[in-house]
Every structure is written in structure tokens, then in C-alpha cells.
């Protein structure tokens, strides 16, 4: 990825063509890390299920791989690790410390076998969707004092409280209710919107 971040403008810019990256690419990027966290929860999980590993290993692979997604998006979100503050690093382990409450109350219903392959994945899929979050909200709260956040819907679907969201936009940052992907839609972040910030 031949991207620079401008830290002034707190955009990603191409180095060859010297332009700012466009909002929708730089959502397709983040989804592609998304993709890969969906193919290691799900592998963890199938294999679990097989037999070829243990609750207690399936729940420290999903954890590691919590934290990695979750960190990824938030550096993602603020051009790089360097960019990354004690703020930053506080609000991603705010959300894997609720995540991995969660996961242990999933581990234990799995252990007792409460819960089917089938529901097994849909399940961490779920947690795959959620890691969209620390990219959202970083973005959001890195936007430049001149600029308004709009909830996109995508063309795909769309629930009522990503409607509301989206025919209520812009927003200011710190007004914004919540990001794509924090569970507090009632599609939990599948409908698939996105944030864009314009002046
Ligand atoms: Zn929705």
C-alpha cells in the first residue's frame, strides 16, 4: 500500500499520484483487513469443532486475534502506529476488555455444549464484525475541527436505526450516537454503512 498519512489534513494521500485517497478505497481497505479477521475466527473455530484444538486454545486464539484486529483498525483509522496515543490505546482496550467478557461467557456455553458449529460461527462472525468499530471511532474522533461526519448507508441493506442515523447526519463529532459496527444498531454493524467526513 504506497499510502502516506498527512497528519494536517488526517488523510491518507497515494505517493504516486500524489492525491488524497478517496473515502470509499480507504473503507475497502479496512474491510480487507476485516476479511482476514473473519478467515482467522472462523478457521479457529472450524477447528475447534474438529476436535484439533481445545476450548481453552480457541478462546486464546480469538482473544490474540481481538487484539491484533482491534489495534490494526484503530492505527489504520489514525495513519500508523506512531500516531497512536495513550487516548487511543485506552479507548481499544475499553472495547477488548467488554469483547473478552463476552468471549469467556461464549467459551463457557461451547464447554458445556450449549452451542451447535452452525451457531459457533455465526457467532464469531460477529466479533469479525465488531473490530469495524476501532476503525469508526478513531476516525471520528480524529476529524478536523471544520468537518462533519455523514452516516453512509450502504446500497446493500439497511435497518431502522441506520436510517435514523443517516437521515440525521451530518454530525459533529462528539454528537455522533455511535459508529458502524459497535452493536448498538440493531443490524450490529450489517448493514455495512460507513462514515465520511465532509466540511
Ligand atoms: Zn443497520
Redesign the pocket.
Given at each position: 500500500m504506497p499510502y502516506n498519512f498527512s497528519n494536517s489534513a488526517q488523510r491518507w494521500r497515494d505517493d504516486d499520484t500524489g492525491r488524497f485517497v478517496s473515502n470509499d478505497t480507504v473503507v475497502e481497505n479496512m474491510r480487507t483487513l476485516q476479511t482476514a479477521t473473519y478467515d482467522t475466527l472462523d478457521n479457529l473455530t472450524r477447528n475447534l469443532y474438529q476436535g484439533r484444538i481445545t476450548v481453552a486454545q480457541w478462546q486464546i486464539g480469538v482473544a490474540s486475534e481481538l487484539k491484533d484486529a482491534h489495534l490494526a483498525q484503530s492505527m489504520f483509522a489514525v495513519g500508523g502506529r506512531n500516531n497512536m496515543t495513550q487516548a487511543n490505546f485506552g479507548r481499544v482496550g475499553g472495547v477488548l476488555a467488554d469483547e473478552y467478557r463476552y468471549l469467556t461467557r461464549f467459551a463457557n456455553q461451547i464447554a458445556n455444549g450449549d452451542i451447535s458449529e452452525a451457531q459457533a460461527l455465526a457467532r464469531i462472525r460477529q466479533y469479525g464484525n465488531a473490530t469495524q468499530q476501532s476503525y469508526y471511532r478513531e476516525y471520528a474522533n480524529a476529524t478536523p475541527n471544520n468537518e462533519q461526519i455523514y452516516w453512509r448507508l450502504s446500497p446493500a441493506e439497511?435497518?431502522p436505526?441506520?436510517l435514523d442515523l443517516a437521515s440525521n447526519s451530518p454530525y459533529k463529532p462528539a454528537d455522533l450516537p455511535t459508529v458502524p459496527g459497535a452493536g448498538q444498531?440493531?443490524?450490529r454493524g450489517?448493514?455495512k454503512?460507513t462514515l465520511e467526513r465532509a466540511v
Open positions: 439497511h435497518c436505526d441506520c444498531t440493531r443490524c450489517n448493514c454503512c
